[in-house]
T-cell receptor
Framework: DAGVTQSPTHLIKTRGQQVTLRCSPK?????VSWYQQALGQGPQFIFQ???????QRGNFPDRFSGHQFPNYSSELNVNALLLGDSALYLC??????????????FGPGTRLTVL | AQSVTQLDSQVPVFEEAPVELRCNYS??????LFWYVQYPNQGLQLLLK??????LVESINGFEAEFNKSQTSFHLRKPSVHISDTAEYFC???????????FGAGTILRVKS
């Protein structure tokens, strides 16, 4: 059973560009959350998707947007990239209809570098 | 809003020695508490969680954590560590009505032989 997968593994962009990161949840999971982990810090919640809708959002600007597809996979889009967007982006999936009590399984992350 | 403070950024310890990784949280509402572990070049994995009931929770690999509401703490302990426990450990909190995790900055546990 494949766990949470993310693509690409690494990505290098320049300031002002746009980027799309992808996540496939663990089999049987219907909820996807995205986190940003800057170097030396803990993950910060960006937003969560369930039933193709954004259910909760963290303190991130509108440049960060997402989408969930009918097969529960998800994309994270970041527009007008800033140097400060350089980070490891983590996707987590869970199978509890967005309930926090259900274990979230994390993918290995996408390392984004903005030059 | 919740916040988490992990008091030590790095904890070096010799193999077979006991260890405690400290975690304090701040919240105005009831919370759930979690410890995640991140091994080198791997994703975050849930180590243990407190939802309700007994304040002492255990993991399958010998770690335990105790929820202390009066001290707003959820410290992680292991009586005897192994080299393989070398990893970064993250404490996280969520309010009981929400569906997001708020993480601390992490503690790197370095086990030396």
């Amino acid at each position: 059973d494949a766990g949470v997968t993310q693509s690409p593994t690494h990505l290098i962009k320049t300031r002002g560009q746009q980027v799309t990161l992808r996540c496939s949840p663990k089999s049987g999971h219907d909820t996807v959350s995205w986190y940003q982990q800057a170097l030396g810090q803990g993950p910060q919640f960006i937003f969560q998707y369930y039933e193709e809708e954004e259910r909760q959002r963290g303190n991130f600007p509108d440049r960060f947007s997402g989408h969930q597809f009918p097969n529960y996979s998800s994309e994270l889009n970041v527009n007008a990239l800033l140097l400060g967007d350089s980070a490891l982006y983590l996707c987590a999936s869970s199978g509890g209809q967005a309930r926090v009590t259900d274990t979230q399984y994390f993918g290995p992350g996408t390392r984004l570098t903005v030059l | 809003a919740q916040s988490v403070t992990q008091l030590d950024s790095q904890v070096p310890v010799f193999e077979e020695a006991p260890v405690e990784l400290r975690c304090n949280y701040s919240s105005s509402v009831s919370v759930y508490l979690f410890w995640y572990v991140q091994y080198p070049n791997q994703g975050l994995q849930l180590l243990l969680k407190y939802l309700s009931g007994s304040t002492l929770v255990e993991s399958i690999n010998g770690f335990e954590a105790e929820f202390n509401k009066s001290q707003t703490s959820f410290h992680l302990r292991k009586p005897s560590v192994h080299i393989s426990d070398t990893a970064e450990y993250f404490c996280a909190v969520s309010d009981q009505g929400g569906n997001k995790l708020v993480f601390g900055a992490g503690t790197i546990l370095r086990v030396k032989s």
